[in-house]
C-alpha cells in the first residue's frame, strides 16, 4: 500500500536552532562528527539550549565521512549506557545516518543491523525521540527512511531502511549551512538535484512525491552554483530545497544513479569517490538510459520545461537537458566521466563486471523507470567511464 511519511515537526529559517530549548525529556545523545560543526560553536550552542531546557547530555563524536557498522555498533552501545530520550545528530547526512541505526540498535539491541530494511524495521521510540539537525544542503536524511552505512571491509555502501526512522523532528536553520566549504556546498547540491530528479521519474511516484520532486529540483537548479559562491539567499533555499528532494524520494524512491553510486564510491584505490560528485557524473548518462522508456521520457520534459527548456520535439528537449545538466556540473568542476575522475583503465576493467553485480542488489534498481539487468548495468557503467553517450 502505498505510503507519505514525513518528521511531524519540521521548523525553518534562520535562528531555528533556539527550538531546541522546547523540547520536553530528561536526557539528550549529540551525535557529531567532532569537525567544523564543533569548531563554529553549533554543537556548543545546541548544548546550551538544551541545558536551558532542562536536559542532561552528551556527546557523540566519532561518526566517519562514510559511518561504519563499528562506528554505529559503539554508539548505540553510548546510548545503552546513558539512556537518553533524545537522540539529536547534528551535520550533515553521516551523522544523521548514523544517529538513525544507532537509535535502531539501541532500542533493538538484539538484532542484527545488516539485516534490517522496510519489510522488518522494528518499532522505536520506545525509548526515545528523535531530532535530526542538518548543516550542509544535500542529503536530505533529516526526513528520510533512509540510513547508508559502509562495510569498511568490502568498500561496499549499504542501506538500513523503514519508516521507522524518519525523525520525529528536523530543525531547518540556514544559519548552520552558511559555512560550509563551497566544495561540500557543490557535491550535496547535487546530490539534492540528482534526489529530485530521480524521484521525479521513479516508478514509484505519485501526486504527493512529484510536486516536491518539481519544486525541488527547478529550485537547484537555478540555486546552487549561487550558494557555492556563497549567496546566503540561495544557501537559505537550498537549504530548504533538499528537504523537500529528501521528501520526494522517500515516497518515490529513487534509481539506478544512486544504485552505481552506492557501489562504486569506495571500490577505487585512487581514492572515495564523495557520493554527490559520483551523482552528478552519473545522472546525464542515466537520463539517456532512461530517457528510451515513453513515460520517463514524458517526465525528463516536464523536468526541462520547469526550467525553461522547451524548445523541440521531446527528443530535442531531453538532449537539451542532459546538456545542461553537464554544462552547470562541469562549471561547478564536477568531471564528465570516470575515466576524467582518474580510475586507471586497468583497474577499472579488473572491477567493472563486480561493481555491475553489486548495483543490481541496491533496492534503488526496482524503482528505476527503466528495466536493467547486470550485463546491461556493465554496459552503462562502460559508457560512463569511457564518457560516451548512451544510445541504448
Same mark, same amino acid.
Given at each position: 500500500?502505498?505510503?507519505?511519511?514525513?518528521?511531524?515537526?519540521?521548523?525553518?529559517?534562520?535562528?531555528?536552532?533556539?527550538?531546541?530549548?522546547?523540547?520536553?525529556?530528561?536526557?539528550?545523545?549529540?551525535?557529531?562528527?567532532?569537525?567544523?560543526?564543533?569548531?563554529?560553536?553549533?554543537?556548543?550552542?545546541?548544548?546550551?539550549?538544551?541545558?536551558?531546557?532542562?536536559?542532561?547530555?552528551?556527546?557523540?563524536?566519532?561518526?566517519?565521512?562514510?559511518?561504519?557498522?563499528?562506528?554505529?555498533?559503539?554508539?548505540?552501545?553510548? +546510548?545503552?549506557?546513558?539512556?537518553?530520550?533524545?537522540?539529536?545528530?547534528?551535520?550533515?547526512?553521516?551523522?544523521?545516518?548514523?544517529?538513525?541505526?544507532?537509535?535502531?540498535?539501541?532500542?533493538?539491541?538484539?538484532?542484527?543491523?545488516?539485516?534490517?530494511?522496510?519489510?522488518?524495521?522494528?518499532?522505536?521510540?520506545?525509548?526515545?525521540?528523535?531530532?535530526?539537525?542538518?548543516?550542509?544542503?544535500?542529503?536530505?536524511?533529516?526526513?528520510?527512511?533512509?540510513?547508508?552505512?559502509?562495510?569498511?571491509?568490502?568498500?561496499?555502501?549499504?542501506?538500513?531502511?523503514?519508516?521507522?526512522?524518519?525523525?520525529?523532528?528536523?530543525?531547518?536553520?540556514?544559519?548552520?549551512?552558511?559555512?560550509?566549504?563551497?566544495?561540500?556546498?557543490?557535491?550535496?547540491?547535487?546530490?539534492?538535484?540528482?534526489?529530485?530528479?530521480?524521484?521525479?521519474?521513479?516508478?514509484?511516484?505519485?501526486?504527493?512525491?512529484?510536486?516536491?520532486?518539481?519544486?525541488?529540483?527547478?529550485?537547484?537548479?537555478?540555486?546552487?552554483?549561487?550558494?557555492?559562491?556563497?549567496?546566503?539567499?540561495?544557501?537559505?533555499?537550498?537549504?530548504?530545497?533538499?528537504?523537500?528532494?529528501?521528501?520526494?524520494?522517500?515516497?518515490?524512491?529513487?534509481?539506478?544513479?544512486?544504485?552505481?553510486?552506492?557501489?562504486?564510491?569506495? +571500490?577505487?584505490?585512487?581514492?572515495?569517490?564523495?557520493?554527490?560528485?559520483?551523482?552528478?557524473?552519473?545522472?546525464?548518462?542515466?537520463?539517456?538510459?532512461?530517457?528510451?522508456?515513453?513515460?520517463?521520457?514524458?517526465?525528463?520534459?516536464?523536468?526541462?520545461?520547469?526550467?525553461?527548456?522547451?524548445?523541440?520535439?521531446?527528443?530535442?528537449?531531453?538532449?537539451?537537458?542532459?546538456?545542461?545538466?553537464?554544462?552547470?556540473?562541469?562549471?561547478?568542476?564536477?568531471?564528465?566521466?570516470?575515466?576524467?575522475?582518474?580510475?586507471?583503465?586497468?583497474?577499472?576493467?579488473?572491477?567493472?563486471?563486480?561493481?555491475?553485480?553489486?548495483?543490481?542488489?541496491?533496492?534503488?534498481?526496482?524503482?528505476?523507470?527503466?528495466?536493467?539487468?547486470?550485463?546491461?548495468?556493465?554496459?552503462?557503467?562502460?559508457?560512463?567511464?569511457?564518457?560516451?553517450?548512451?544510445?541504448?
Amino acid at each position: 500500500m502505498p505510503r507519505i511519511t514525513v518528521p511531524r515537526d519540521i521548523y525553518f529559517g534562520r535562528g531555528s536552532l533556539d527550538t531546541l530549548k522546547a523540547l520536553q525529556g530528561k536526557k539528550a545523545m549529540i551525535v557529531d562528527d567532532g569537525g567544523p560543526v564543533k569548531q563554529l560553536g553549533v554543537v556548543d550552542r545546541a548544548l546550551a539550549y538544551l541545558k536551558e531546557a532542562g536536559f542532561e547530555t552528551i556527546l557523540f563524536e566519532e561518526v566517519e565521512p562514510d559511518p561504519s557498522v563499528e562506528t554505529v555498533r559503539k554508539g548505540a552501545a553510548v +546510548m545503552t549506557e546513558f539512556a537518553p530520550d533524545w537522540i539529536i545528530p547534528i551535520g550533515g547526512g553521516s551523522s544523521i545516518d548514523a544517529a538513525k541505526a544507532m537509535w535502531v540498535l539501541y532500542e533493538h539491541p538484539d538484532i542484527d543491523i545488516y539485516d534490517v530494511n522496510p519489510f522488518n524495521m522494528p518499532l522505536l521510540r520506545a525509548k526515545a525521540q528523535f531530532c535530526a539537525i542538518p548543516t550542509t544542503s544535500g542529503t536530505g536524511s533529516e526526513t528520510t527512511n533512509a540510513s547508508v552505512l559502509c562495510d569498511y571491509t568490502t568498500g561496499i555502501k549499504f542501506g538500513v531502511a523503514g519508516f521507522e526512522i524518519i525523525p520525529d523532528i528536523a530543525i531547518l536553520d540556514p544559519d548552520l549551512a552558511d559555512s560550509m566549504p563551497r566544495t561540500l556546498t557543490i557535491f550535496t547540491g547535487l546530490d539534492a538535484l540528482t534526489h529530485a530528479t530521480e524521484a521525479y521519474v521513479a516508478r514509484f511516484a505519485s501526486p504527493f512525491t512529484d510536486c516536491q520532486a518539481l519544486y525541488a529540483f527547478k529550485a537547484v537548479f537555478e540555486s546552487v552554483s549561487k550558494a557555492a559562491d556563497g549567496d546566503k539567499d540561495a544557501r537559505e533555499f537550498m537549504h530548504y530545497a533538499q528537504c523537500l528532494a529528501g521528501m520526494a524520494f522517500t515516497g518515490a524512491m529513487l534509481g539506478i544513479s544512486h544504485a552505481m553510486a552506492h557501489k562504486t564510491g569506495g +571500490m577505487f584505490d585512487a581514492g572515495h569517490i564523495p557520493h554527490g560528485q559520483a551523482n552528478a557524473m552519473y545522472l546525464p548518462y542515466v537520463i539517456q538510459y532512461n530517457a528510451k522508456d515513453a513515460r520517463a521520457k514524458a517526465r525528463y520534459v516536464e523536468l526541462a520545461k520547469e526550467v525553461g527548456i522547451d524548445q523541440g520535439s521531446d527528443d530535442v528537449i531531453v538532449a537539451a537537458l542532459v546538456t545542461h545538466i553537464r554544462w552547470l556540473t562541469a562549471s561547478l568542476g564536477i568531471p564528465q566521466s570516470l575515466k576524467e575522475y582518474g580510475i586507471p583503465q586497468a583497474e577499472w576493467d579488473a572491477k567493472v563486471a563486480q561493481i555491475a553485480e553489486n548495483a543490481m542488489t541496491d533496492s534503488l534498481v526496482m524503482s528505476n523507470p527503466r528495466d536493467i539487468d547486470t550485463p546491461t548495468m556493465q554496459k552503462v557503467l562502460q559508457y560512463i567511464y569511457d564518457g560516451k553517450d548512451i544510445d541504448f
